[in-house]
């Protein structure tokens, strides 16, 4: 016969003595206490946070963001013994669970410590067999299989769930309040739990990692936060505190720790260590702006801070130990009644994503509940182009490279609008920049393969243009161009010292041109343009490109491009 440890043979020992049924729930709730007890008093022992300021006071706690703080290798290595316990622990809710099997704390437990132990497919296995009440064994379901990673199931779920708990619990867990920004948040508070629903599914919407498969992980991350702390409230925790709201608060906004260590009190009143828990890491702040919450197709990508330090919440995906920005260039071009979207990347200066498989996927949506998308195995040697078929309305696009082998992952959010409409003259126009090589291309499928997937543009190459012009058919008179090159963000000292003399001024340029009216192709007058500008005069630095298209007898349409020249 195998023997124990003593704080294994105690944990042992207060589960081998309540044989009956009928007390076996207190019994598991007892287990449970004394398996916590064990877990903080053999907690490895970190350092580095008791005693410091803390960069948030949540209630009884003290949160720090551990950008450059990180505790010794030895202490996230949770101890065999705690490992040891918590299988014991484990042993006595399954029989608990085989004794009464419609007991949802029991239930929750059995998922929580599952989950804990990276027992993942038991755990799912776990809230099948729950006979509790039917909302909260779905709930319990959505938890494990959002930690398994099978996020669509997991939506489905945690819906369920949603759909059969009372209404208070529903409304309770649909609060989307303490993680909204101020502007946001007034606003969302003043309705009613009914009327809540279009703005929830905008936010979750808005705040998927990835649009380009199916589930959103930020959300049933959510509701896998509130489902631990639903079965945290009854029960006792790794810091030796009751539940309050202060838990829960963080738990809501960063997550359930992945580990916990131990700290020397630096208090001789209150000698008992300090227990810290660490939150899963890297975490990335999913969540929009209030700007492009409102307008989602007028978005920019600064309107997502993937990387935001000292946000106000946080989730590390398990499948991404990188989200990195990506730039990108994309466009709109009418198609007849629909549009063909264009978006480019480049990743051959990125040496972490070479050589590694990644998929490239390009994704345009209208809302919610509309999403067009196109995928192929992503480049890394160059500018790489993806192009889909999508309605001409204002759409959300979102650029995503996925490198599973390297848990790597690039995105780009931002808003997009199409060209003029169908035979509406030239308003709206749209623009491409390219690679120019000796021979300008006449036709936009020739101008695929020269695109720029950036907009940092090198002052020694020429800088291509393409654009098109619909429905300009009337022989009225020549239509007028204009484009100017103007520079950004130049101060007052900068123009101080130009005004002196003592600097050469920011080069601005301009030209003007006019032409003929476009030809009919099919339905729609089309025509396509490309032009070459020498950029070679221009400093460094960001400035705007601006387009003016005029047509005889209709209003001037205009298209504008940021970019950054840099010397080679």
């Given amino acids: 016969m195998t023997s124990l440890s003593p704080v294994l043979a105690l944990l042992h020992l207060v589960w081998s003595q309540q044989p009956d049924s009928l007390t076996t729930l207190r019994a598991a709730r007892r287990a449970q206490a004394t398996f916590e007890a064990i877990r903080r008093q053999h907690l490895p022992y970190g350092s580095g946070h008791a005693g410091g300021t803390c960069d948030l006071r949540i209630g009884r706690f003290c949160y720090w963001y551990d950008d450059d703080r990180q505790p010794p290798e030895h202490a996230a290595a949770e101890p065999q013994l705690i490992r040891d316990a918590r299988a014991t622990l484990l042993a006595a809710l399954d029989d608990a669970g085989a004794r009464l099997p419609g007991d949802e704390w029991i239930a929750g437990q059995r998922v929580r410590y599952l989950v804990e132990a990276g027992r993942d497919h038991a755990a799912v296995g776990a809230a099948r067999e729950c006979r509790a009440d039917g909302w909260w064994c779905a709930a319990l379901l959505g938890l494990a299989l959002h930690a398994a990673g099978d996020f669509t199931s997991a939506d489905s779920a945690f819906d369920a769930a949603l759909r059969n708990m009372p209404a208070p619990e529903r409304c309770r867990w649909y609060d989307l309040a303490p993680l909204l920004p101020d502007k946001l948040r007034h606003r969302y508070e003043r309705l009613s739990c009914d009327d809540r629903a279009a703005f929830e599914s905008r936010w979750w919407w808005l705040a998927a990692p990835l649009l380009s498969r199916p589930g959103n992980d930020r959300r049933t991350?959510?509701?896998?936060?509130?489902?631990?702390?639903?079965?945290?409230?009854?029960?006792?925790?790794?810091?030796?505190?009751?539940?309050?709201?202060?838990?829960?608060?963080l738990l809501l906004r960063f997550g359930w720790p992945t580990y916990w260590t131990r700290e020397a009190s630096p208090s001789v009143t209150a000698p008992e260590p300090l227990i810290v828990g660490h939150d899963p890491t890297p975490a990335f702040h999913f969540f929009p702006s209030a700007r492009a919450f409102d307008a989602p197709a007028d978005a920019t990508s600064d309107d997502w801070t993937l990387a935001a330090s000292h946000a106000p919440e946080g989730y590390a995906p398990a499948y991404a130990d990188s989200?990195?920005?990506?730039?990108?260039?994309?466009?709109?071009?009418?198609?007849?009644d629909s549009c063909l979207v264009v978006a480019a990347y480049d990743l051959s200066d990125d040496a972490l994503f070479g050589h590694q498989a990644a998929q490239a996927a390009l994704v345009v949506a209208r809302d919610e509940h509309s999403r067009w998308v196109a995928q192929h195995p992503a480049r890394s040697d160059g500018p790489d182009v993806l192009t889909l078929s999508a309605s001409c309305d204002a759409q959300l696009l979102s650029l995503e490279i996925v490198a599973p082998g390297a848990r790597r992952?690039?995105?780009v959010r931002h808003g997009i609008r199409a060209g003029g409409a169908s035979g509406s003259g030239p308003a709206g126009l749209d623009v491409l920049l390219f690679d120019a090589p000796d021979s300008l291309p006449g036709e936009l499928s020739a101008v695929l393969s020269h695109v720029l997937g950036t907009t940092r543009v090198r002052a020694d190459r020429k800088l291509g243009l393409f654009w098109e012009l619909y429905g300009v058919t009337s022989p009225a008179g020549p239509v007028s161009a204009s484009l100017a090159v103007t520079p950004l963000g130049v101060g007052w000292l900068r123009r101080t010292v130009e005004a002196l003399g003592l600097a050469s001024h920011t080069a601005t340029m301009r030209l003007h041109w006019d032409e003929g009216p476009a030809t009919r192709a099919g339905d729609v007058a089309v025509a396509s343009r490309a032009l070459a500008v020498d950029l070679s005069a221009l400093s460094p630095g960001r400035y705007r490109i601006e387009l003016t298209v005029k047509a005889p007898g209709q209003e001037p349409a205009t298209a504008s491009r940021e970019i950054e020249v840099v010397r080679p």
């Fill in 221 to 249: 991350e959510h509701f896998a936060r509130l489902t631990l702390a639903r079965i945290g409230q009854t029960s006792g925790t790794a810091y030796g505190l009751g539940w309050g709201d202060d838990l829960r608060e």
């Fill in 323 to 336: 989200f990195q920005q990506l730039e990108d260039q994309a466009a709109m071009f009418r198609r007849g």
């Fill in 409 to 411: 992952v690039a995105r």
